[in-house]
């Protein structure tokens, strides 16, 4: 038992920077989507999302995590 092995965890400062979410207004807040559709393939679900600036985004959600498949503003 060590005194030092019982200190917090120091914060991360390697981590990388969030990514932003949409790339027409910048936000990487999720909050500021909305749900317009939800589809189930192969590999889980693709999502449409609005986002509060009006470009739309596709995400395939999987076991792996979400990523974005595609944006698009009309
Ligand atoms: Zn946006």
Redesign the pocket.
Known sequence: MTSWAAAPTPAQTSKPPKPLL?T????DDDN?FAVISRHRTSNGTTVWLR?????LQARAISRAGSQIVASGHR
């Open positions: 949409c027409y207004c910048g936000t500021n986002c509060s600036c009006g470009a």
